[in-house]
């Protein structure tokens, strides 16, 4: 079906073919008709599905008076802030709505004058949002259509009592639509008291990862970890490559090392400011580094064309974490590779995110790469200690993939 039959205004859908999009994705099918006929929705969707613009075409449509800000966007970062605002800007360019973005870490300047101007769609971060707010610049009583985006995401980030209070300042009057990967209790109540009768849609079911993407995890001695992931980047034919490390200070490391291997390498994650994170990811897009290394909250939801490879230096620890890092690979049909190196203490892990997504990981070994024995390779161990030896034992059974051919 055409976007053209899902009664979005003429406008929006010269905006949409603008865009390059010939066919709604399912949750676009499923979610537009919802949106415009006024109800309230609940959304679990993998991100790379096509769930912003799924929010941003109705919303676009719908809005009609200008001039106050009826429509507010929460998002728990600011990349995805800039993100969902240049999308609403994007599919509205035949329209005469105005967006802003409203995000941390940068000064007050800007935003207030761009308030100021008049806006129609706002779209924030919860705590410069209630900044602002507390300072007078904005205030929510004319939004008529709320959208809180990555709802998992904020409350890992502890956002949950500032949106809260952020929905407490909009009309009871509106249309509400929450999208969140996973639906938690803590969820799950916010969800019960912020919308009315909603309608609820899960689209290709959030645990399990993108179909275009193949994957497969790498056992690796702790010690040798920063070698291998080298070596495979050696080996590996990529255009652009998106690392994950668990820590802040991790991601740093890894940076620092690969750029001595003579990679051009970004690094994102909150540690940064604002001027270092915009250039990391607009250096990133176009190609300036080929590498980017990320932390998860950084990397969330984050949109970056053409990332071939992902690999994760850890493991994630929450599963659904999983799938959305290999999900910054294969997006919009495109097909992209995920590698996740795995040491032995990461094992359980590991199994959590297979259990979690029903399947088995491939696990493969690097062709010719020196390494030293572990416990992960055919039951071998490299040391005596008892960790190692109960490290065979849970590995008893655990058969080995064939290697891979070199890229
Ligand atoms: P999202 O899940 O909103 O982050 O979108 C993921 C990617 O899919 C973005 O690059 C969008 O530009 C792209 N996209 C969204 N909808 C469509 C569509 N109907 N056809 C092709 N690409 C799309």
């Known amino acids: 079906m055409p ?7 003429e406008e929006v859908v010269r ?13 676009q099918l499923r979610g537009i008709p919802l949106i415009l006929a006024g109800k309230d929705l609940i959304g679990a969707a993998q991100t790379g599905t096509g769930k912003t613009a799924a929010f941003a075409l109705p919303i676009l449509t719908l809005l009609k008076t200008h001039g106050k800000c009826r429509c507010l966007v929460l998002e728990p970062t600011r990349e995805l802030a800039a993100q969902v605002e240049t999308a609403f800007h994007e599919y509205g360019r035949f329209t005469n709505m105005k967006t802003a973005v409203i995000f941390g870490g940068v000064g007050y300047g800007n935003q207030k004058q761009e308030l100021q101007r008049g ?23 004319d939004v008529n259509m709320l959208v809180l985006d990555e709802v998992d995401r904020m409350l890992d980030m502890g956002f949950l009592p500032d949106v809260r209070r952020i929905v407490n300042l909009c009309p009871k009057q509106r249309q509400t639509l929450l999208f969140s990967a996973t639906v938690p209790p803590e969820i799950g109540q916010l969800a019960a008291w912020v919308l009315r009768n909603p309608e609820k849609i899960e689209i290709g079911a959030s645990r399990s990862p993108a179909e275009t993407v193949t994957h497969a995890c790498y056992p690796v001695a702790t010690s040798q970890k920063f070698q291998l992931l080298a070596a495979l980047l050696q080996r590996t034919n990529f255009d652009s490559v998106l690392i994950f490390s668990r820590t802040k200070h991790g991601a740093d490391k890894i940076a620092t090392r690969l750029r001595a291997e003579r990679h051009s390498v970004a690094a994102l994650h909150s540690n940064r400011t604002q001027r270092e ?81 029903g399947q088995t990981i491939p696990q493969l070994k690097l062709e010719n790469f020196d390494y030293v024995l572990t416990p992960l390779f055919e039951g071998k161990q490299i040391s005596g200690d008892r960790r190692s030896v109960r490290a065979v034992r849970t590995m008893k059974g655990y058969s080995f993939s064939p290697s891979r051919k070199r890229r």
């Open 3 to 9: 976007f053209k039959q899902l009664g979005l205004s």
């Open 15 to 27: 905006g949409v073919q603008a865009a390059g999009y010939v066919e709604p994705t399912p949750i």
């Open 277 to 357: 994170r915009v250039e990391a990811l607009d250096g990133f897009k176009s190609g300036k580094y080929e590498v980017m290394v990320a932390t998860d909250i950084a990397a969330r939801g984050l949109d970056v064309e053409g990332v071939t490879h992902v690999i994760n230096y850890d493991v994630p620890q929450h599963p659904e974490d999983y799938v959305h890092r290999i999900g910054r690979t294969g997006r919009a049909q495109k097909v992209g590779d995920a590698f996740t190196l795995v040491t032995i203490e990461e094992l359980e892990y590991l199994r959590a995110i297979e259990r979690f997504i």
């Open 119 to 141: 806006v129609d769609i706002v779209v924030a971060t919860p705590g410069r949002l209630l900044d602002l707010l507390g300072q007078g610049s904005l205030h929510l009583r």
